[in-house]
Every structure is written in C-alpha cells, then in structure tokens.
C-alpha cells in the first residue's frame, strides 16, 4: 500500500492557508473504512476552521512510525490515529517527545490504549471532535531496548505494556486470520497452543534502586497500563502518569499455580477489589507466589537464551536481555471535552 494522496500538494507547506492550523490522519487501511472516516475527519477540520487535513495509510514496511514522522515534519498540529494495537504503538512511538496530540480514533480489534484511556470506543466523531477542541493529558510512554541473540539491539515504545517469555509465546502462536475474525478472543487459541509447552526459564532482573534477583519464571511484564480485554484488570492500580512502569512476575508451578494466576487477575483484581468487603476478604487471605508485583523507574531482565518478546500486543522477536524504561508525561492525548482523568 502506497500513502494516500494528500489533499494539498504532494509537498503540502507546514501550515495550511493563511496560517491555518492542520491535522493528518494516520489510519490502518485494512481497519477502517478509509473513505467514510476521511470524509469525517475533513468535516471536523472544516468546523474547527482549520486547514484540510493531511492524510497517510500504514503499509506493511511502515507499521505508522515513519508516516507520522512525515506527518510531524509536514508540520501537523494534531495526528488523529485510527487501527489495532500495533498502529497506536507505532504512532505514539514517532510522537513521543514532540508536543503536538494525539487522538486515538478506536479501531481495530484491541483498542486497548483507549480502553485504558477510558476513551469512548463506539463514538468515532467524538474522538474525532477531541483532535481539534478536545481535552489534553500527558501520559508516559514506556521503552525496549531488546538484545538480540546475535548480538544486536533494537529499542522500540509500548504504550501499554510489553513482555518477555510466555506472554509473548502465546502472541506468536495466535492465527492471525481468526484474530482478524474474532478480535482479542483468538489470544484464547494461542494460549491453548503455547501453555501444553510451557517450561519455566531462570531470569536475572532488577529494578533501579533495588537488588539484583534470580528466580524462574514463565513470563515478566512490564506495564504502563493496567487492564487488559474482557475487562479484566492485571494491575489495579496502574497509571499512566506515574512516571513508573509496573512489573508482574509470573511464576505458577503446576497446574494449580495457573489456577491461582487466573484467580489473581480474573477474579481478586477484577472483581473483589471493587468494593469494600472484597477489599478486606482480600486483606485477610494467605498470599500466595505465583504472582509478583513490583514498580519502578525501569527493569532489566536477562535470560540465558532467546525468549520470545512483546510490546503491546506485537510480537518483536527473541531477545536475551531487554532493558525497559519510561518517559514520563512523553506522549500528549487528545480526550473529549470534560473527560474523567481522575482514575488514569
């Protein structure tokens, strides 16, 4: 897929006429209807006496990263993003650092930044509305550096979390043409396809500021944000404007330490913590190892051997150490006019 033709020139100038300000839409052209929320955006524009909006699809060789760069350097005021998971990652990725908003137009089958976010996910033109009059919050932006087993290294951005061992096996197992089908759900088939293998591996980790640990695990993550899909809250009390990331260390043994991981998340975090009485049956229980939970400025981890690697959601490959770290307050989001912040 080649960039879609901009409205202006093929060399658009950096500002629209007479000083106009413009936005530039980044959309993934296999998750949206292209030509209906083109149209949406320019109304938008047009409303907000702005200029006519730029506008540029993701290709295969350029996951929207590159894009958006052009976007920034074509002088964008406001990049609307529309896709999955791995398109706001690649986004928010070129936009760390620059100042200019971000609005996230839900998509695609995870959404789960907008999730996080708390983001209405059926009101497109809301959202849309939210680039050019909308609200603006600074969130963190969380970094990978992944060392590669032939000696090479790649950073990269999460924006919601990423990880190293089985959480990854399971992204890498899933069919992608059933999650194009059924969404999020298909996570379900590549955990089936990944947990009958699943072996514990040895990791040296520390977290800055505290000792150095070694233990086995089937997964350490590393997160900017808390809930996953189906509602389902990993991390309660995460924020997205912390400055800290926060680390789950996974390590059930046996079946029944699976059970308890599934209890944790599921049912302790998801549920009982939601009120006052859970919070207390909670307070009184025996705490059990099969799930770790730490914070801080960064993590390092380290294996032996390649494990596979995540970031929100994408697979990256097989990496032996990754060094993660946040950027506080890097990335700037467009929200609705009045939208709760209080519980980001």
């Known amino acids: 897929m080649t960039k879609a033709p901009s409205p202006d020139s093929s060399k658009p100038s950096p500002r629209g006429q007479g000083g106009a300000a413009r936005a530039a839409l980044v959309y993934n052209p296999t998750k949206v209807d292209a030509a209906t929320l083109r149209a949406a955006v320019e109304k938008a524009s047009a409303r907000a006496g702005w200029a006519e909006p730029l506008f540029y699809e993701t290709r295969v060789e350029d996951l929207g990263d590159g894009v958006t760069r052009e976007a920034l350097d074509a002088g964008a005021d406001a990049v609307l993003v529309a896709g999955g998971d791995g398109t706001v990652r690649a986004v928010s990725e070129a936009m760390s650092g620059s100042g200019v908003p971000l609005a996230i137009v839900p998509s695609g089958t995870g959404n789960l930044l907008a999730r996080n976010l708390r983001l209405p996910l059926v009101n497109r033109d809301a959202m849309i509305a939210a680039a050019f009059d909308g609200d603006r919050v600074a969130m963190d932006v969380g970094f990978a550096e992944?060392?590669?087993?032939?000696?090479?290294?790649?950073?990269?951005?999460?924006?919601?979390?990423?990880?190293?061992?089985?959480?990854?096996?399971?992204?890498?197992?899933?069919?992608?043409?059933?999650?194009?089908?059924?969404?999020?759900?298909?996570?379900?088939?590549?955990?089936?396809?990944?947990?009958?293998?699943?072996?514990?591996?040895?990791?040296?980790?520390?977290?800055?500021?505290?000792?150095?640990?070694?233990?086995?695990?089937?997964?350490?993550?590393?997160?900017?944000?808390?809930?996953?899909?189906?509602?389902?809250?990993?991390?309660?009390?995460?924020?997205?404007?912390?400055?800290?990331?926060?680390?789950?260390?996974?390590?059930?043994?046996?079946?029944?330490?699976?059970?308890?991981?599934?209890r944790r998340v599921a049912w302790d975090n998801s549920v009982l913590r939601r009120f006052r009485a859970g919070r207390q049956v909670?307070?009184?229980r025996t705490k059990d190892s099969s799930v770790r939970y730490q914070r801080g400025a960064g993590i390092e981890v380290a294996a032996s051997e390649g494990k596979p690697v995540q970031l929100d959601g994408d697979e990256f490959g097989l990496a032996v150490r990754v060094r993660a770290r946040v950027e506080p307050g890097a990335l700037l989001v467009a929200l609705p006019k009045g939208h709760d912040v209080s519980r980001l």
């Open 146 to 262: 992944m060392a590669r087993p032939d000696g090479s290294s790649e950073e990269r951005a999460f924006v919601v979390m990423g990880g190293m061992g089985l959480d990854a096996a399971m992204i890498a197992n899933t069919n992608p043409a059933l999650k194009k089908q059924v969404g999020w759900v298909a996570y379900v088939d590549g955990a089936a396809r990944s947990l009958p293998n699943a072996k514990p591996f040895r990791v040296m980790y520390q977290l800055p500021g505290h000792r150095l640990h070694t233990t086995r695990v089937q997964s350490v993550l590393f997160a900017n944000c808390g809930k996953l899909p189906a509602g389902l809250d990993l991390i309660p009390e995460a924020s997205i404007s912390d400055g800290a990331l926060d680390v789950v260390i996974f390590q059930p043994k046996g079946p029944l330490g699976w059970v308890l991981v599934w």
């Open 282 to 284: 909670l307070s009184l």
